[in-house]
């Protein structure tokens, strides 16, 4: 069985940092697409970054260009999101996505098979 399990989130206050992390189990994703998605309540899911499985090459939603950093580790199934700067914009539940045939990074949710439950970052002072 898939698992993609969240871990990371929390509350910090504006300029702050957070690191998120998705820990995937039940197979291997390392040479496929992953994803991070953001969704406050009461509005769609939005796509936050992206890594692609062939290299290192990532996309970024504009409003998060120069403040987050998507990663994953050696073996690819562990993905991180380095959060600097944040804005309370940034506030919302983060889910980790994976995709099971997608070699090249997508910011369309739609792309993506495996989610997580997601996890709470809260950006407030």
């Known amino acids: 069985q898939v698992q993609l399990v969240e871990t990371g989130g929390g509350l910090v206050q504006p300029g702050g940092s957070l690191r998120l992390s998705c820990a995937a189990s039940?197979?291997?994703?390392?040479?496929?697409?992953m994803g991070w998605f953001r969704q406050v309540p009461g509005k769609e899911r939005v796509f936050v970054a992206a890594?692609?499985?062939?290299?290192?090459?990532?996309l970024y939603a504009d409003s998060v260009k120069g403040r987050f950093t998507v990663s994953r580790d050696k073996a690819g199934n562990t993905l991180y999101l380095q959060m600097n700067s944040l804005k309370p914009e940034d506030t919302g539940v983060y889910y980790c996505?994976?995709?099971?045939?997608?070699?090249?990074?997508?910011?369309?949710?739609?792309?993506?098979?495996?989610w997580g439950q997601g996890t709470q970052v809260t950006v407030s002072s």
């Open positions: 890594i692609s499985g062939i290299g290192t090459s990532t």
């Open positions: 996505a994976a995709s099971s045939k997608l070699r090249w990074y997508s910011n369309n949710d739609g792309a993506y098979d495996y």
């Open positions: 039940g197979r291997t994703f390392s040479s496929y697409a």
